[in-house]
């Protein structure tokens, strides 16, 4: 199975501030075929289901406010999330979806400073 | 509106069997593949299993493979979990979640979850 780590576990940040999410998966999840990397974060609030923010490592799903941004490329991945807003405080998952099983990663807890 | 709304979760002994049932409504049920994912409090969630959309293709998790089973019935928009033989380390949040690709094929990332069902394996 592929191994996702993130950093750091927990973060604050003040509001309107930049918070940065890291990932690393232990092999690529780029598709050279299709140039894609198969990488997902999801969003998890108390009490509720994860919410699938962005796929394809940088496209943003429907909705998402477009202060959260995804990059990266193979092992190495990041969110950003720009003028941090109380609503952001919450878990964020990373996953990748490119060998089976579909892994996710510990999750980041992010609060604010 | 998609809605996945999962049931029959509960306190169950070692050994026990239990099945999880999640009724879908917003989507074309049967456009899609489907999954039940886990999840302990605090830590990551983990895909436990997956039905395409006509239940041609199934797959599990190392972890549960030869005790879970996964179905689904499209006449009546439901998907099912039945877990045998479960263990105290089944413990866990079970979420239904949907996949995100339309398709006969598997997308393995999910945009839309249910609340979830919590399963408590325990003497």
């Known amino acids: 199975d592929i191994l996702m780590t993130q950093s750091p576990d927990s973060l604050a940040v003040s509001l309107g501030e930049r918070a940065t999410i890291n990932c690393k998966s232990n092999q690529s999840v780029l598709y050279s075929y299709n140039n894609k990397n198969y990488l997902a974060w999801y969003q998890q609030k108390p009490g509720q289901p994860p919410k699938l923010l962005i796929t394809?490592?940088?496209a943003r799903e429907s909705g998402v406010p477009d202060r959260f941004s995804g990059s990266g490329s193979g092992t190495d991945f990041t969110l950003t999330i720009n003028s941090l807003e109380a609503a952001d405080v919450a878990l964020y998952y990373c996953?990748?979806?490119?060998?089976?099983?579909?892994?996710f990663g510990p999750g980041t807890k992010m609060d604010l400073k | 509106e998609v809605q996945l709304v999962e049931s029959g979760g509960g306190l169950v002994q070692p050994g026990r069997s239990l099945t999880l049932s999640c009724l879908a409504s917003?989507?074309?049920?049967?456009?899609?593949?489907m999954h039940w994912v886990r999840q302990v409090p605090g830590k990551g969630p983990e895909w436990v299993s997956g039905i395409s959309w006509k239940s041609g293709s199934k797959g599990y998790a190392d972890s549960v493979k030869g005790r879970f089973t996964i179905s689904r019935d499209n006449g009546k928009n439901s998907l099912y979990l039945q877990m045998n033989s479960l263990r105290p380390e089944d413990t866990a949040f079970y979420f239904c979640?949907?996949?995100?690709?339309?398709?006969?094929?598997?997308?393995?990332?999910?945009?839309?979850w249910g609340q979830g069902t919590l399963v408590t394996v325990s003497s």
């Open positions: 996953q990748q979806y490119h060998t089976f099983p579909p892994t």
């Open positions: 979640a949907k996949d995100a690709k339309r398709g006969y094929s598997y997308g393995y990332h999910f945009d839309s």
């Open positions: 394809w490592a940088s």
């Open positions: 917003g989507f074309t049920f049967d456009d899609y593949a």
